[in-house]
């Protein structure tokens, strides 16, 4: 009881213990390894080996963060995110070779066009449900997510991230990639996501001291 008391303060996906330290949570790290290469496993990107993206992705969650909020008290769907962008590449603090506060600003300029965060993630959920994904993914991840919108809306990060995710997945060329795209990242707000047919629920991935990171299937 003690372990799960000490790890629900020290990580949580909607931002309830953020991290000030220097220092990455190993168990951040563990987690960010974990659902990372999970979603990777049916891409590419699965065969590329890990280097330095779990320090790049901390380095530029707290860019962002700081640029974002004043501050550098990251939470861990923050941290997930930014290393999952880092995989792809990050050098010199970007984000898919644009720099994190132009990036950030067409964030807040999506945010504000929207009418705020939820407002956004309700538009989000509804331009999602519209796609055509033979998969079936878009409309349950769309029915899924709109059962709550505080998962995405409640906390001022989340819902920086959670409008980056759009901003990312809505730029991508094809209907297919912007479903998978959104997934991909609304998963680290959300903790459960349909990514093709699979459903994944990482809401528990690093929910316990010292233990592996946990995975777990949608029930």
């Known amino acids: 009881m003690r372990k799960l008391l000490i790890a629900f303060l020290l990580a949580s996906l909607l931002g309830a213990a953020p991290a000030a330290a220097t220092q990455i949570p190993a168990e951040w790290q563990a987690a960010a390894q974990a ?6 496993r049916d891409k590419p990107q699965a065969a590329k080996p890990w280097g330095n993206e779990l320090t790049q992705g901390w380095n530029l969650a707290r860019a962002w963060r700081k640029y974002n909020n004043g501050n550098v008290e990251i939470i861990l769907a923050e ?13 010199g603090n970007t984000i898919e ?5 132009a990036v950030a600003e067409q964030m807040k300029a999506l945010r504000a066009q929207q009418g705020g965060p939820y407002a956004l993630a309700a538009n989000a959920h509804t331009w999602l449900a519209s796609l055509a994904d033979p998969t079936g993914a878009a409309a349950r991840n769309a029915a899924l997510w709109g059962k709550d919108l505080d998962m995405a809306a409640a906390d001022f990060a989340t819902g ?8 990312l997945a ?16 609304a998963i680290f707000v959300q903790g459960r996501a349909w990514i093709g047919a699979r459903c994944l629920d990482i809401s528990k991935v690093a929910t316990v001291l010292d233990a592996p990171p946990r995975i777990d299937v949608c029930k």
């Open 170 to 185: 809505r730029a991508r060329p094809s209907q297919a990639e912007q479903t998978d795209t959104f997934a991909r990242f």
């Open 160 to 167: 920086n991230v959670y409008a980056l995710a759009w901003l």
């Open 97 to 101: 070779g644009q720099g994190y506060a």
């Open 35 to 40: 659902v990372i290469g999970e979603l990777e």
């Open 79 to 91: 941290y997930l995110i930014f290393v999952a962008l880092c995989r792809q590449g990050c050098a």
